[in-house]
């Protein structure tokens, strides 16, 4: 069946089903003008994205910085502390995450801290083998899992000694984002640290997607947190 | 975020400064409201869809509050288009993006240029997501007319 206009570009942005953009690249592949059309629609998203590209390297006008700044750290605190009390595990650090991730924005440019460093074996294996559901008391924790725009795996945790981000690529667990831990004792404290909350908002900087969850975390370590 | 943020602001109202004030705008309301940001849906999501809907509701006001803005912060702050050696090429995209409707320009602004996957497009906007995909279609195929035939 000849592909709809709506079709042809959900096919050219990868939207479509597996089966369906299969039958439709023979399609494409037989047809110039179908063809010519996948490449207008593909011209055109490289034109727009090149188009506003520079406004990403731009500084951040300083009025829009000063809306995000001042009010960041105890409001948020005090909102962290009500919602602990009555909402499910991901909203203790939504609030803060929301102003970190503004206020991080202004700091890093949107992009965590690169470390040309890798997690040591401890961290590695923790890193490795423990998957957010069914955590106790472990000394590190791990916070979320997510994939990255270049398609890793990683990994947000957090320890008394050490927290931050990793992602897995082949030579091991290379450090994106490092935080200094400190904020993680004390169990009811815990979630809302403003060093998690910083985390947390990197992760959502980096994330292409949501967090995995409990299935695709074990199905991530099932391939050894290896993409495809 | 705040690059992005004003990015999509820019690519919605086709200037810098109003895009600018648009985002101020949008950190302002959603700071006041981020009690009700719940985790688990995207946070950028979420922050696009409070800056659409000033956007529409400025539309609906006329724009006077966004031109009076732009008027007092005139020369204070450079406009993202202003300045660039290209200019006169790439204006050609925002005199065709600033034509379209505002639902297709919304679109392929959150598609083709936000890189979002039809559906969380379609979640920010709140529409299904076949009629994201068809209002992405109209606003292609417009802007594609009119840049074609100026080239």
């Known amino acids: ?228 | 975020m705040l690059p992005r943020l004003r990015r999509f602001a820019i690519g919605l109202t086709g200037n810098g400064a109003d895009g600018d004030d648009l985002c101020q705008m949008t950190i302002e309301r959603a700071l006041g409201n981020r009690d009700k940001w719940r985790g688990g849906s995207r946070l950028d999501s979420w922050v696009y869809r409070i800056m659409r809907n000033i956007r529409i509701d400025e539309a609906r006001a006329g724009q006077r509050r966004l031109q009076t803005f732009v008027d007092e912060e005139a020369g204070g702050s450079v406009g993202a288009m202003g300045a660039q050696e290209a200019t006169v090429e790439l204006s050609d995209i925002d005199a065709a993006l600033a034509r379209l409707p505002d639902e297709q320009r919304e679109a392929v602004v959150l598609v083709m240029v936000e890189g979002y996957s039809y559906r969380e497009a379609a979640e920010i906007v709140g529409c299904p997501t076949g009629t994201m995909n068809s209002r992405l279609v109209r606003g292609r195929d417009a802007l594609l007319a009119m840049l074609e035939q100026e080239a």
């Open chain 1, 1 to 228: 069946m000849r592909p709809t206009p709506e079709e042809l570009a959900a096919f050219a942005d990868g939207e479509l089903d597996e089966a369906r953009a299969a039958e439709i690249a023979v399609l494409v592949d037989d047809d110039p003008a179908l063809a010519r059309e996948v490449a207008r629609h593909r011209d055109l998203r490289a034109k727009l994205s090149a188009h506003f590209a520079p406004i990403l390297d731009q500084p951040v006008p300083s009025r829009l910085s000063d809306a995000v700044r001042p009010r960041s750290t105890v409001v948020d605190f005090a909102a962290a502390k009500q919602r602990r009390k009555r909402l499910p595990r991901w909203s203790l650090y939504a609030a803060p995450a929301l102003a970190a991730c503004l206020v991080l924005a202004i700091f890093v440019g949107g992009r965590p801290d690169a470390s040309t460093g890798y997690a040591d074996r401890q961290l590695a294996s923790v890193l490795d083998d423990q998957l957010v559901a069914g955590q106790g008391d472990e000394p590190t924790r791990i916070l979320l899992s997510f994939r990255d725009g270049a398609d890793r795996y990683c990994r947000a945790f957090s320890g008394a000694a050490k927290s931050g981000i990793a992602c897995r690529d082949a030579q091991g667990w290379k450090l994106e984002a490092a935080g200094d831990g400190s904020a993680m004792q004390g169990g009811e404290y815990r979630q809302a640290g403003s060093d998690t909350a910083a985390l947390m908002a990197a992760a959502q900087d980096m994330a292409t997607g949501p967090a995995l969850d409990a299935e695709e975390e074990r199905r991530a370590r099932g391939a050894g947190w290896m993409a495809r």
